[in-house]
Structure formats: structure tokens, C-alpha cells
């Protein structure tokens, strides 16, 4: 079964910046065949796109909110991918969960559980 494990979430203040990860195990077919991304639910809203990475290629695509402040890179020795985060603002407080999906299929079928991040204005 596929597991995705993030971590680095916490408290910051507005400006700071943070690094989450995201652990990649029990693939049942090729890493460079899956589609990493992140998502973030904020109190209230639903759950929103952030960006996302084709292991493969190894560029990424962001949403509009955080494009030019965050960047999705993976790590192929760790099997992990990472969201780095700056200039962070209070609008950016949110669950943010990592999920993947195979690259042929559009829908994003493994979730992590999430970690929270906190940012004080």
C-alpha cells in the first residue's frame, strides 16, 4: 500500500520561511510514473491545489497564490518530495497534505495525513 508520510509543518511569523516533506513508500509501480503533489485546506475552505511535480521530468506547477514564493523538488535517493515555502503569509495557514497519483490517471488516489502549518501576522 502506498504511504505518504509529510512532516515539517509549525508555527512561523509572516515572512519566514519553512520546508515540508513528504515520504514516499510501498510503491506498487515506478516512482518515475507518479505525479506528486500539494494541497492545503484552511479553516473553513476547501481544499486547494499548490503545486505538483512529475517525477520524471522533475519541473513543477504552482497555483497562482504561491507561485514565485514556494517550490515543489523531489529527492529520487529519498524518495521524497518537498514543498519549500517563503515568504510566508497569514493567508498561507492551512493543512497542507501531500498526495500522489499515477501519471496515466488524473485523480489523486494516496493522501498523507497532513501537517499543519501556522503562520502569525
Known amino acids: 500500500q502506498v504511504q505518504l508520510v509529510e512532516s515539517g509543518g509549525g508555527l512561523v511569523q509572516a515572512g519566514d520561511s519553512l520546508k515540508l516533506s513528504c515520504a514516499v513508500s510501498?510503491?506498487?509501480?515506478?516512482?518515475?510514473?507518479?505525479?506528486l503533489a500539494w494541497f492545503r485546506q484552511a479553516p473553513g475552505k476547501e481544499r486547494e491545489f499548490v503545486a505538483h511535480?512529475?517525477?520524471?521530468?522533475?519541473?513543477?506547477s504552482y497555483a497562482d497564490s504561491v507561485k514565485d514564493r514556494f517550490t515543489i523538488s523531489r529527492d529520487n535517493t529519498k524518495s521524497t518530495v518537498y514543498l519549500e515555502m517563503n515568504s510566508l503569509k497569514a493567508e498561507d495557514t492551512a493543512v497542507y497534505y501531500c498526495?500522489?497519483?499515477?501519471?496515466?490517471?488524473?485523480?489523486?488516489?494516496?493522501w498523507g495525513q497532513g501537517t499543519q502549518v501556522t503562520v502569525s501576522s
Open positions: 498526495a500522489a497519483r499515477n501519471y496515466y490517471v488524473s485523480l489523486y488516489k494516496y
Open positions: 510501498g510503491l506498487t509501480f515506478s516512482i518515475n510514473d507518479m505525479v
Open positions: 511535480i512529475s517525477w520524471s521530468v522533475g519541473s513543477g
